[in-house]
């Protein structure tokens, strides 16, 4: 949502001085926004983690490696982003939730 209020434009530019298509920018947070919120619901959750794989990947080598672990004041590292990797591995390769709404769509599918 950070994306979007501090002005999707802004996110772009960023993207273009990074050497990225500016229109990467939109895809991003888009992915981010939908993705953030089917991922509490439990829709798609393995598809979305391995677009959120992909993103935390391309941000802490392109942005935060530099900045290290911790990072400073002036600039954060990437252990959230890191964390989040991990997290979303997990989400991959693990069992389904019976909480997933998922699990809901696919035995009624299957019955």
């Given amino acids: 949502m ?8 802004n996110t ?3 993207f273009e001085s ?18 953030g919120a089917a991922m509490i619901l439990g829709i798609g959750t393995r598809v979305i983690a391995c677009l959120f794989v992909l993103i ?3 941000a802490i080598f392109k942005v935060k490696l530099a900045a290290g672990f911790l990072g400073s004041n002036q600039s954060p590292g990437y ?6 990797l991990i997290i ?11 909480l997933a709404l998922d699990n809901l769509i696919f035995r009624s599918k299957q019955q």
């Fill in 2 to 9: 950070a994306k979007f209020q501090g002005g999707i434009g």
């Fill in 12 to 14: 772009a530019a960023f």
């Fill in 18 to 35: 990074l050497g990225l298509p500016g229109f990467a920018a939109y895809i991003v947070a888009t992915i981010e926004l939908i993705g």
């Fill in 56 to 58: 935390m990947a391309g």
């Fill in 79 to 84: 252990e959230i982003d890191l964390a989040l």
């Fill in 88 to 98: 979303s591995v997990y989400f991959i390769i693990g069992n389904r939730s019976s």
